[in-house]
């Protein structure tokens, strides 16, 4: 098991190594001068040229990665152009707001879509089916800040329930919107999966014995019918989850959330370097960490991945 | 009241759709017979624009997608047939890329150029590539094993006419899969951006900006932001509709997971 791991972990570091390479190239290779960017319209040239040296800029490119890469080690990410602040100190302080929305929002989604789907598997055909698979289509295609915008049109400015925007903590007259908004496309997709995978395996034998046998019909539905759904589930789980992390940007502008998405957003806009570089690294390392997460876990849940594994392994 | 008179008369001239000239009138008309939509802050009509935008849209999901496709295919074919080192240097590039959340990807790249429908083009290609070369390649694997593609190099055909006239038209049901079903995601990537004031800029009417602009107003003129928006989600379901009935017909084996709406599997 912990084999697995150290297989499926080797491959991610070159990755990583191209993440920050590339990362670098893109940001310091392209049109856009970050110092120039920083002294605005009347400058004095040589005001500009004692920055960009106090910044380190006016090196090569190659000797400014080698630079970032020894920093990278000893767990320093630079300082930010524009505040000075520590990157790391900025990165840290605003993932566990995103992580907190994230977790919220794919609640929501799991929530809703398994409940929704096992609806719809229960009674395909039916009216509830029907709406609800209608609504799954719509829900992941509606524009994420569109419907941010029109849920804080329709709750907080007609019926002024909520708190148009803002960060409140755990409070979940701040969450709740936000998370909805984000949550709803994954909910769709959830609720479309758990219906098709219920459904097929409502036709295998196994579920015919399970009646047979007596269960109650909500037995064999949850307990046999939806442990073939979690695999696909877990999968979007996974791959939406780390798209969560990784800069919910739209909906944290929208709703004022400050969070990972929105730091990363002012700091592309602003030019501000380390920033950017800090907290894209951050983001990949923590898709990459959801997705083996969720290769993991296919191990518990399908006993069937496990003894591929071994076999794979003579 | 501004007079965006270049940009109506343009408006007026290009939209395909839309015969009505776009005219300065009061701003911020409600929906009513004369502007269905209503006006905007200039006094323009929302339907026309959002009818212009819809070009705007169009051009984003077909022409991205073909740069994406067309990358994808080109590396992917090249991975897949001659393997090796190559592949794995161009599979662990498309790994790298696909390791980037795709907006903020999309965001730096365009943030570093001046914002243009073009640079979006690109960005969105740029983007999209890997996801099409992953799967180009695993079809141009489990081609090239079979037995006309042998026959094919016994006989002495160059790796070029056999991966243009077999491998490539043998996979073609796939991939124009793949690009349909990538559009309905280049249209939202396309709205999310110009939303973020990158991409298209005003006053040309991405539905995107239309929303930017219009949350502004949202408690006095919410249908500045409900139309651009409604436009863009009804795109994206046909789009997506498209992609699904294409894969329905190309290639029925993988209906599978949240296929079809609505239809019945028992």
Redesign the interface.
């Known amino acids: 098991m912990s084999e697995y791991l150290v297989r499926r972990l080797i491959p991610a570091v ?3 190594l ?2 920050t390479a ?1 990362t670098f190239v ?2 310091h290779a ?3 001068d970050p110092v120039l960017a920083m002294a605005g319209e009347r400058f004095d040239p040589e005001a500009v040229a004692s920055l960009r040296s106090q910044l380190g800029l006016d090196k090569p490119l190659h000797e400014r990665y080698l630079n970032y890469m020894g920093g990278l080690l000893k767990g320093d990410l630079g300082e930010s152009f524009v505040s000075g602040r520590p990157v790391s100190e900025m990165v840290l302080e605003r993932f566990p707001k995103t992580l907190l929305l994230a977790g919220a929002a794919m609640l929501f989604a799991c929530v809703l879509g398994l409940f929704a789907g096992v609806l719809s598997a229960a009674r ?2 039916s009216i509830a ?2 709406v609800g ?2 609504s ?3 829900a ?7 419907l941010g ?2 849920l ?2 329709v709750v907080s ?1 007609k019926f002024k329930l909520l708190p148009p925007s803002g960060y409140g903590g755990v409070d979940p007259r701040y969450l709740i919107l936000p998370a909805v908004t984000l949550g709803a496309g994954s909910a769709g ?1 959830i609720a ?2 758990t ?3 219920m ?2 395996a ?2 295998e034998d196994y579920i015919t014995t399970a009646r047979a046998k007596g269960l109650s019909e909500v037995r064999v539905m949850v307990k046999h019918a939806l442990r073939n759904a979690l695999i ?1 589930v877990v999968t979007v789980m996974g791959t939406d989850f ?2 969560y992390l ?2 919910a ?2 909906t944290e ?2 709703f004022g959330w400050p969070g990972l ?1 929105r730091l ?2 002012d700091a ?2 602003k030019r501000d370097l380390p920033v ?1 570089e800090g907290s ?1 690294l951050f ?2 390392i923590a ?2 960490l959801v997705n083996l997460l969720v290769d993991v876990s296919y191990a518990f849940i399908d006993p069937r991945v496990r003894v591929e594994e071994r076999k794979g392994e003579s | 009241m501004v007079g965006a008179v270049g940009a109506a008369a343009a408006v007026g001239l290009h939209a395909p759709y839309d015969p009505l000239g776009v005219n300065l009138k009061d701003a911020l008309l409600g929906p009513s017979l004369e502007h269905p939509f209503g006006t905007d802050q200039f006094g323009r009509d929302v339907l026309s624009r959002v009818l212009y935008g819809a070009g705007i849209s169009l051009k984003v999901g077909v022409l991205s997608r073909f740069i994406a496709v067309g990358l994808g295919c080109l590396v992917g074919a090249l991975a897949g047939y001659y393997g090796g080192i190559l592949d794995r240097i161009l599979m ?2 498309a ?3 696909m ?6 990807l999309l ?3 365009t ?3 001046p914002p243009s429908l073009t640079v979006v083009f690109l960005a969105l290609g740029f983007v999209g590539w890997p996801g099409v070369a992953r799967l180009v390649r695993s079809l141009v694997l489990s081609i090239r094993e079979r037995e006309f593609v042998t026959a094919a190099r016994a006989v002495g055909v160059s790796d070029l006419r056999i991966l243009m006239r077999h491998i490539l038209p043998n996979s073609l049901g796939p991939i124009i899969v793949a690009f349909t079903l990538g559009m ?1 995601t280049a249209v ?1 990537a396309e ?2 951006l110009s ?2 004031g990158l991409g298209a800029q005003p006053p040309e009417p991405s539905w ?1 900006s239309m ?1 930017s602009h219009g ?1 502004d107003y ?2 006095s003129a ?1 249908w500045l ?2 139309f ?2 409604a436009a ?3 795109t ?2 046909g789009f ?2 498209l992609g699904d009935a294409l894969r329905d017909v190309m290639d029925p084996k993988a209906r ?4 079809r ?2 239809a ?3």
Do not use: C, H, Q
Not at chain 1, 140 to 146: A, K, Q, T
Not at chain 2, 99 to 104: G, V
């Open positions: 070159p990755i990583l191209g993440v590339f893109l940001l392209l049109p856009g395909p055909g089916d029907k698979m209608m799954t289509f719509v992941v295609s509606m524009p994420v800040f569109w915008l029109l804080i049109f400015v997709l479309r999966i219906r098709s995978a459904l097929e409502v036709s696909p780390g798209s990784s800069g940007v739209l502008s929208i998405g990363t957003l592309i806009l950017i894209v983001m990949a898709f990459m | 662990r590039s790994d790298v890329v390791a980037y959340p795709a907006l903020l965001v730096a790249v943030a570093a150029f309905g939202m709205a999310g939303f973020l995107g929303i949350k949202l408690r919410p932001t409900f651009p928006g863009i989600s009804f994206v379901v997506n509709l599978g997971r949240g296929g709406m609505g019945n599997r028992i």
